[in-house]
């Protein structure tokens, strides 16, 4: 083996054998990623849905460096701050219903661990035991770590290897278009005594495919673990702050979950930060006098005033500017341009919901190459699967918008 550039970086989800040589970043603003070539690419995902307001808004940099002056970190476990503190509020305020307490992490699949934790403990601190399992949907994805590993698509090759190690959870389908009441009434029934609870990634299944389903069968999940008495996890990682047209997907349905897990956009796609928001009645199974009845998890960074000073600053900009009609209009621009898709040989689908815009292939594309020709197109696409997808900046100007849905048109049109 002999050393290149980046030998020392195992890179995600990559066979480090094959990979070809990443691009390197530079510098990043607005829309647009610029490489150590000079050249600039338009970002057409936002790295990975996070930066809804674009890169390096001043508004957020700004906040982030006046935090960094006063106090970059402290530790959460005894101590408090202003910043934590004034961002639990106003995510409270912000949710529906009483979600009210907000415990904050660090990365998506951590606060997925966390609302699993919370389920399981809430039935152990009623003093009942034997709930440990949660109903899952096929198609899934909750992130890498070993519990949310387990919530994931048990199909999905990405964690199969691991099945050894996860626990085993109960899992459905998830129908696109009816509401699914029978069958799934009928699983909720059956393993109503072993289930902690329900998880759901709401409106859009994003890492499993982008595969989305109508309000109506979310609030048909809603009503069903009502009805069986089992807390709703909805996991608005992906699709929280404004990224399906509303500021959280559950609004749509009408939906107040039991517990809610937010990250990615939550800092404006600045930091590392996540939180899982737990309603007043799920946190008052945790009120005791027995020590034992705390929640026990904490890490080291949690809460961490850099991040917290960016989601608030994130947060101004959600009140300030108008993100969600934005999310709208980038919308309807995706509608109208990925429109003529449709009709192509070799697009099984095109779906758009919100601010994301997906174009799926009949048979699955030669990712590598695909990447290449949006890279040769001056475009930042992560093709994965059977699709490529948009979901840009809230804020994407309109001219960038229609270079990425132009280079996505012809692209996927002639794939090889
Ligand atoms: N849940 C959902 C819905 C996600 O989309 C993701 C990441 O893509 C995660 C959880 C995991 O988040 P993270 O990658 O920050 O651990």
Not at 256 to 261: G, K, L
Not at 316 to 327: G, I, T, V
Not at 355 to 361: H, K, R
Request: glycine share 8%; aromatic share 6%.
């Amino acid at each position: 083996m002999t050393e290149r550039r980046g030998d020392h970086l195992w890179r995600p989800y990559t066979q480090m054998k094959l990979a070809v040589a990443p691009l390197e970043a530079v510098a990043t603003s607005g829309s647009r990623i610029t490489l150590a070539d000079g050249r600039a690419l338009i970002d057409g995902i936002a790295s990975w849905w996070t930066a809804v307001h674009g890169y390096n808004h001043p508004h957020i940099r700004d906040a982030v460096s006046n935090q960094l002056q006063r106090m970059p970190h402290v530790m959460f476990g005894g101590l408090t701050h202003a910043p934590a503190e004034k961002l639990a509020a106003r995510l409270a305020a912000l949710l529906p219903g009483d979600l009210n307490h907000v415990f904050f992490t660090d990365s998506g699949s951590v606060a997925v661990e966390v609302a699993l934790k919370m389920a399981v403990q809430l039935w152990l601190n009623r003093g009942v035991s034997g709930r440990t399992r949660v109903l899952a949907f096929r198609g899934g994805y909750h992130g890498d770590t070993m519990g949310a590993m387990s919530a994931c698509d048990p199909d999905e090759g990405m964690h199969r290897r691991f099945g050894a190690y996860l626990p085993s959870q109960v899992f459905c389908d998830l129908p696109r278009t009816a509401a699914p009441e029978a069958a799934l009434d009928a699983a909720m029934a059956a393993h109503r005594h072993e289930l902690a609870a329900v998880i759901v990634e709401p409106l859009v299944q994003g890492a499993g495919g982008m595969l989305m389903h109508p309000p109506e069968v979310l609030a048909t999940i809603a009503r069903l673990s009502r009805r069986h008495g089992l807390p709703l996890i909805a996991d608005e990682i992906f699709t929280g702050f404004g990224r399906t047209g509303s500021l959280f997907a559950c609004e749509q349905a009408g939906v107040v979950p039991d517990i809610v897990c937010l990250s990615k956009a939550l800092t404006g796609g600045t930091m590392a930060l996540a939180a899982t928001v737990a309603t007043s009645e799920i946190f008052s199974q945790f009120w005791s006098d027995d020590p034992a009845h705390a929640l026990m998890h904490g890490p080291t960074f949690m809460a961490n005033p850099l991040a917290c000073a960016a989601a608030n600053a994130s947060l101004d900009l959600f009140e300030a500017e108008p993100r969600l009609a934005q999310a709208e209009a980038i919308g309807a621009r995706l509608d109208e341009g990925l429109a003529p898709l449709r009709k192509k040989p070799g697009i099984a689908d095109v779906r758009v919901l919100g601010a994301i815009g997906v174009v799926q292939f009949a048979g699955t594309p030669d990712l590598a190459v695909l990447k290449q020709k949006f890279v040769e197109r001056g475009v930042w696409v992560r093709p994965f699967g059977d699709i490529v997808y948009l979901t840009p900046a809230l804020t994407i100007p309109e001219g960038d918008l229609d270079r990425l849905i132009a280079a996505v048109c012809d692209i996927a049109a002639a794939p090889e």
